[in-house]
């Protein structure tokens, strides 16, 4: 038998459980749920060095444990309202029942209104607790049973059933990526017409023409492209295969419809534009390679997509930006922000859409920044307000210690290794330098004493992509494999050896192959 105690320890952690249930059940996986800003608290209070390790060495692990302990600690927080309403409701003898139930609803109701500033969804929490605190209570006044095992029993099962329904309901997916009409060039428009046309302004100032290109276009060249090895990712990767990283396990559930995008601070002129008018306005579709400065040298927070997108400054140009620091900040709906020089954003983007659909919600649907060259976590996801400063600030990343919003260093992977059906080995992998490009990419297979030039893809029409490259050798025993790249200002990538923080790992990638 369990001591009572004991018994109303469980009764009361059970009724936290299909309180956080409850929440799930109408938030789902978004801000909105009881557990984001009890998460977003532990990542506050985590000290940098730890965040650095878990993202280096623990990666998604790391993750999970953040979003394990802010579950736990959401669960006691609701258990604590509830074992209050159950000693309150014992005290009121009579309706006591009653009294417990409805002061355990109203004490979830306020945790869960504190905790997430939104009192409907809140509402959710409310009912979890109550129907647990109610089974316990009405198996209290029932003499037919051994009354202490059938409320720990009775509120299990409620507490299971909350929990499933909840998980239910609250996984539903909120909205699918949509497939983006195909556009349609202007009037009369041929690439060969623009060029002539251009020509013959005649004005001596060469405006860049729009680059027309199609989803379907950039997906056939980067096809004709791709080298024939096996196992090697493609030159263009799939939504779901690219990577992802978040500060929060919460990724805000922003609708289209209610979105907008401010132009505020050191401005002329504050703007907003809203989906609609972003999406009108004349776009390009490009490649864009991101990599994120927190990953481990040859790990895979490393991907490439065709990205829908509509030049930064055609919208910021609008605002007549002044600012005397020439910086901005970056805001976004997860209370992100990073902040960065105004002059970079000249070839900055604002992409609404990814591989021929609407961005992903964990991509940062509608609109997320895109900044070539730059390390992934100023490619601003959930984007909703760029604030043109007058001094400089940090973001997020920055105040972690990270120096992460500079230009990506020089990299080579080597993801595969194959053994030809005629005994040569193979190697293969991708090698990625920003916007300076990759120009080539070296092997040794004798641990760096010689070197030799690998196969690259062709590059693939843009500013800033990746390259596929490939070796193969006739193996003699073990071989140390060692490769690195040369960037397109013919930089070799650096050798020297560097943790991931706090500015990018550093190094040569080398493997054992016998
Ligand atoms: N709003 C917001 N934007 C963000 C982040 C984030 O957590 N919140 N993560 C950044 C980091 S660290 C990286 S590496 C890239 C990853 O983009 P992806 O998840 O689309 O691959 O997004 C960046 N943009
Ligand atoms: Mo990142």
Not at 64 to 77: H, N, R
Not at 179 to 184: D, H
Request: some cysteine; aromatic content about 8%; glycine content about 12%.
């Amino acid at each position: 038998m369990i001591h009572s105690t004991g018994r109303d320890a469980l009764v009361t952690l059970l009724a936290g459980g299909a309180g956080v249930a409850g929440s799930y059940a109408v938030t789902g996986n978004t801000p909105d749920f009881v557990a984001a800003p009890v998460n977003a608290f532990v990542i506050e209070v985590t000290p940098p060095a730890v965040i650095a390790f878990s993202i280096q060495t623990l990666g998604e692990v790391g993750d999970k444990l953040a979003f394990a302990s802010a579950l736990m600690l959401t669960i006691l927080l609701f258990a604590l309202g509830a074992f209050v309403a159950l000693v309150v409701g014992r005290r009121a003898r009579g309706t006591g029942g009653l009294v417990s139930v409805l002061l355990a609803g109203v004490l979830a109701w306020g945790t869960a209104t504190v905790l997430t500033g939104t009192f409907v969804p809140a509402l959710g929490a409310a009912l979890g607790v109550g129907i647990v605190v109610g089974i316990a209570s009405v198996s209290v006044g029932n003499p037919a049973f051994d009354t202490g095992r059938r409320r720990v029993l009775g509120s299990l099962v409620g507490a299971l059933t909350v929990g499933i329904a909840g998980y239910l309901l609250g996984s539903r997916r909120t909205g699918q990526p949509r497939k983006l009409p195909e556009r349609t060039p202007p009037e009369g428009h041929t690439d060969q017409s623009n060029r002539s046309s251009s020509k013959g302004m005649g004005s001596g100032k060469k405006k860049r023409m729009p680059d027309m290109r199609t989803v379907e276009d950039l997906l056939a060249e980067a096809k004709r492209k791709s080298l024939d090895v096996e196992g090697l990712p493609g030159l263009v990767s799939s939504t779901d295969e690219f990577y992802e990283v978040d500060i929060s396990s919460f990724n805000p559930d922003v609708n289209e419809t209610e979105w907008s995008l401010a132009v505020t601070g050191s401005v002329e002129e504050e703007l907003r534009i809203d989906y609609a008018d972003l999406t009108s306005m004349s776009s390009v579709n490009v490649y864009k390679t991101l990599r994120c400065v927190g990953e481990q040298l040859n790990a895979h927070l490393l991907n490439n997509a065709i990205w829908t997108a509509v030049p930064m400054m055609d919208v910021i140009e609008r605002a007549k930006p002044k600012g005397d620091c020439g910086c901005v900040m970056l805001r976004a709906a997860d209370d992100y922000y990073e902040e960065f020089p105004l002059a970079a954003l000249e070839s900055g983007l604002l992409a609404f859409g990814m591989n021929g659909f609407s961005l992903p919600r964990n991509h940062g649907y509608p609109v997320r920044a895109l900044i070539p060259g730059h390390w992934g976590e100023i490619n601003v996801k959930w984007l909703t307000e760029i604030e043109v400063l007058d001094k400089p600030a940090e973001g997020f990343w920055e105040e972690k210690g990270w120096h992460g919003t500079g230009p990506v260093t020089t990299v080579a992977k080597l993801w595969v290794e194959n053994t030809l059906s005629d005994g040569r080995k193979q190697v293969g992998g991708l090698a990625y330098a920003g916007t300076r490009g990759v120009e080539r990419v070296e092997v040794s297979t004798d641990g760096g004493e010689t070197w030799n030039d690998a196969r690259l893809s062709k590059p693939l029409k843009g500013d800033d992509v990746w390259r596929q490259w490939a070796y193969e050798w006739k193996p003699s025993g073990t071989h140390e494999v060692v490769v690195r790249a040369v960037d397109g200002t013919g930089k070799l990538q650096p050798r020297a050896e560097n943790q991931p923080y706090p500015n990018g790992a550093t190094g040569w990638v080398s493997e054992t192959i016998s």
